[in-house]
């Protein structure tokens, strides 16, 4: 063991304190910070997880030209010459970046600043664009500036939170825990406003599931509803606000009373009323929104809508209030600062604004700054696909699975000219379409900041040595700069480096004028740098311990420094639902998975509660499309399919489909929800929907259903569906195909290891079996089944952890039974301690447990990173009522 590092968690805007521990054999084992403001110690299941993420498995750890390994030096050479010359063939605009929110804040600076200040382009957008950019549009619309006005601990003083298109117990584990904390202690009320009924709903006060798209006109209403009680004081909004009249005419427009506003948004008459009174009632109110007000063609507008709310309340900027945007990546809120989007300059300047590129200009010494905005994320592809960007150079992000209209992004990634792309991970679609791949550090090697939901920095510190010839991104960058010749503007010696520069340019003018400034930390030393504690922007001489709150003194950013409310009315849905696509397809996260899996997907614990892909249906549905649950279905959307395993759950409202949005070509044949998506994107902020998809359900009818167990990960499968997923010691392949099951055994049996194999065969029952053993420890196993039989394989992937087969786990193997070698404790609830839905329902019948605490104490679940507590609390209320029942 070797010294604990303290360092943030690489997943979701929270921004956990993490402590890690390398063991000195490439691992670390994790902990949470407690000192960490974030999160005071807690981690959720994919934080206390990453331990299990670090293995070199899938990683990119040389340069590659065309597939061929290459030097450091060939491949900066091949990357600089090549922009070089279709800059000289065809302008500045021929080359792009394509960014993310993964990178740390000094990584996304570099790029930026060579892209728009010495390339010359706008071309530069990020994957951000896809998680919050109508946050960013609509904190803009009102208050002249990019900015998340409050803090966490405002969640906790409220009395009343409102989470909106937030399933803040899956999407922000620990912000869920630190509410449900506050919870315990005194009264808040929450309310949960999404289509869908998720954790987040239980134990809450109300869940409004509203029809995916209406929040404008819910939140209109709601604000029609506080002016006829009086609880607007327009005088004194109108001190600091412009809009207040227009915007309530609006609003009593489009959503008069609670039965127009209940109609127009599919919800009881008396739930919208219930929802109006509780926010009338209640002063200090929180609203939480995430990915499901922004990933919408009306994203800015509803972002504007419940800012709206807010400002004409004067619910804003004082402690337990304020509208409040959680950003899904670790670095979202970053890549906003250092003004990777498209439409952004830097440091929270805008293109709009003279003196600002007159100053970004002067104080980067830039030779041919880009003096408009850019094309955003689906726009730049829309141009790659044209012939019009020749170099595409991606970073840290997979656009082959993640933007709208995938399968068309891959023809874009086929034909153009040049695809270069710089990641940890050689496991990702997008780098199987790239001519030229840079390995860069993963977390635990690189070394920088990140920035959080609620505007706080940390150092993400490295623990690990750097693996094989894998470099920093800023260096790599600045490398390809200066060999376009801005050496002197790139020569950049590390990361404190760069942070100064950017805290410099922050400052740069400033007077107080720009909401982001980091002026405070313009001169921080190495050694300083490296010792940086958490800290909220804004960090100036005034505040050198940085800032809590913005806008408690109602001064906004706008050149008069009033805030701006945005009278709204619903726009109309840009594909709706019709006769051929009559599902709406809502797309999000699983609990245990993020994003495109190459992390998380290394981890057995977090892999195999959700090992499939799965699309969830309302009963009413199910049976009216003669859907089964666990069968087969197709979705097909105009722009694309995907085929995935059918849940019937009430928690779908009739009419809407969930399925999440982590499969990809290397987990799974043919499962990537982004592949259905529609290119419409919000017209101000270019956000693409991902909430509301037409599409139509399928069943699919396979001959043969099959489990694949081995020890090493198998490749090439042959079938047309499958899914992979990483067991403990093993991996786990679900696949399912046409022909006779002899036919898939043969098939089948060519992934299969050397070793002595130990055979079933059933051609009447249509069930084969075959084992694998080497030295005497299971190597592979293998059944394959009719389709509509089920099956548990939990049992046999525990055998992967024995060195030698005892007779009878033998003899299970071939009958297919756990028998005595185990109980079925069915699917993962509790990843932490590895506790099963089945073990947990016999216990709570059996032992009659009646709270979460009692499972704790029985079975130890819930008491790791209480990430399944809502399920626990869930699995209470079901198994309680089959006992009533029964
Ligand atoms: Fe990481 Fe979980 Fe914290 Fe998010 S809530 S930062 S995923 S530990």
């Not at 600091?240 to 109609?263: C, I, L």
């Not at 780098?431 to 920035?451: F, M, N, S």
């Amino acid at each position: 063991m070797t010294d604990t590092v303290r360092t943030t968690c690489p997943y979701c805007g929270v921004g956990c304190g993490v402590l890690a521990t390398p063991d000195g054999k490439g691992g670390a084992t994790i902990a949470g910070d407690p000192d960490h403001p974030a999160n005071y110690g807690r981690l959720c299941v994919k934080g206390s997880a990453l331990g299990e993420t670090l293995s070199m498995e899938g990683r990119l750890l040389h340069p590659e030209i065309g597939g061929r390994q290459a030097s450091w030096a060939q491949a900066l050479d091949s990357v600089s010459e090549s922009i070089r010359t279709a800059i000289a063939e065809h302008g500045p605009n021929s080359v792009a970046f394509y960014l993310s929110g993964q990178l740390l804040t000094e990584d996304y600076y570099v790029p930026n600043k060579l892209m728009k200040g010495f390339i010359g382009s706008n071309n530069l957008d990020t994957n951000s664009r896809l998680c919050m950019a109508s946050s960013v549009a609509g904190h803009r619309r009102a208050f002249g500036s990019d900015t998340v006005p409050g803090c966490y601990e405002d969640i906790e003083l409220a009395d009343l939170v409102i989470l909106t298109g937030s399933n803040l117990a899956w999407c922000h584990p620990v912000l869920h825990q630190r509410l449900e904390a506050a919870r315990a202690t005194r009264n808040i009320k929450v309310i949960v406003i999404d289509p869908r009924r998720t954790a987040s709903c239980v134990g809450t006060d109300l869940h409004l599931a509203l029809t995916p798209g209406s929040d404008v006109t819910l939140f209109n209403g709601l604000l029609a509803d506080l002016d006829r009680r009086g609880l607007i004081d327009r005088e004194a909004v109108e001190d600091y606000a412009d809009g207040v009249a227009e915007t309530v005419a609006a609003a009593k427009r489009a959503a008069p009373d609670v039965q127009t506003t209940a109609k127009l948004c599919g919800l009881a008459p008396g739930d919208v009323a219930q929802f109006f009174e509780l926010v009338a009632q209640h002063e200090k109110v929180v609203t939480l929104y995430s990915q499901g007000v922004n990933q919408s063609t009306s994203g800015s507008d509803k972002v504007n809508a419940i800012i709206n709310v807010h400002l004409a309340t004067g619910r804003i900027g004082r402690p337990g209030m304020g509208p409040f945007s959680l950003t899904g990546q670790p670095n979202a809120m970053g890549g906003r600062e250092v003004g990777a989007l498209a439409n952004q300059l830097a440091a929270h300047m805008d293109y709009g604004d003279a003196g600002a590129l007159d100053r970004v200009r002067r104080f980067w010494k830039a030779p041919s700054l880009a003096t408009g905005a850019g094309p955003k994320a689906v726009q730049l592809f829309e141009r790659v696909a044209r012939g019009e960007i020749r170099v595409l150079w991606i970073m840290a992000t997979n656009p082959a699975v993640s933007l709208p209209r995938s399968d068309a992004i891959r023809q874009a990634l086929e034909a153009c000219p040049l695809v270069i792309v710089s990641d940890a991970m050689r496991w990702s679609d997008t780098v199987e379409h790239a001519y030229i791949r840079l390995p860069a550090l993963a977390w635990g090697e690189k070394d920088g900041t990140v920035t959080n939901s609620e505007r706080r920095i940390s150092r993400q510190r490295s623990f690990l040595p750097q693996p094989g010839e894998a470099r920093p991104d800023w260096w790599i960058v600045s490398e390809v700069a200066r060999r376009l010749g801005f050496g002197d503007e790139f020569a950049y010696d590390g990361p404190a480096a760069i942070f100064r520069e950017h805290a410099a340019l922050s400052g740069f003018e400033n007077d107080g004028s720009r909401d982001f400034d980091l002026s405070g930390l313009a001169t921080v030393p190495d050694q300083a740098y490296d010792a940086l504690a958490p800290v909220q922007w804004p960090v100036t001489a005034a505040a050198p311990e940085g800032t809590k709150r913005f806008f408690a003194d109602r001064r906004f950013f706008t050149s008069d420094h009033r805030a701006k409310l945005v009278p709204l009315a619903a726009r109309k849905v840009a594909h709706p639902v019709d006769r051929d696509y009559p599902i709406t397809l809502l797309t999000g996260r699983e609990r245990d998975h993020w994003h495109t899996l190459n992390r998380t997907g290394k981890s057995a614990r977090l892999t195999l509660r959700a090992p499939e892909p799965v699309v969830a249906v309302n009963p009413a549905d199910a049976q009216r499309l003669h859907l089964d649950d666990g069968g087969l279905v197709k979705l097909q959307s105009r722009w694309g399919g995907m085929i995935a395993r059918l849940r019937v759950t009430d928690d779908q409202n009739p009419g809407t489909a969930f399925a999440p949005m982590h499969w990809n070509d290397h987990f799974s044949a043919y499962a990537r929800v982004n592949a259905l998506a529609h290119p419409a994107v919000d017209p101000l902020s270019g956000q693409p929907e991902f909430k509301s998809i037409p599409v139509r359900l399928v069943p699919i009818k396979r001959d043969w259903e099959a489990v694949l167990l081995m020890r090493s990960r198998p490749v090439g499968i042959d079938a047309p569906y499958w899914a992979i997923a990483s067991g403990a010691e093993h991996w786990r392949v679900f696949a399912a195909g046409d022909g006779t099951p002899e036919q898939a055994l043969d098939q089948l049996s060519t992934l299969l290891p050397t070793g002595n194999s130990l055979s079933f065969r059933d051609p009447v029952g249509k069930r084969f079996r075959s084992a694998v053993i080497a030295d005497g420890a299971l190597a592979a196993w293998l059944d394959i089944r009719p389709p509509s039989m089920q099956l548990d394989t939990d049992w046999v992937g525990a055998l992967f952890a024995k060195d030698r087969l005892s007779p009878e786990e033998r003899r299970a193997l071939l009958v297919g039974r756990a028998g005595a070698v185990t109980v079925d404790d069915g699917p993962i609830v509790c990843a932490c301690h590895h506790v099963g839905r089945s073990k947990i329902c016999r216990a709570i019948a059996k032992d009659s447990l009646a709270d979460v605490r009692a499972i704790g104490v029985a079975l130890g679940a819930g008491t790791g990173c209480g990430s399944c507590i809502p399920e626990l609390r869930s699995l209470l209320a079901e198994t309680t009522k089959v006992e009533v029942a029964a």
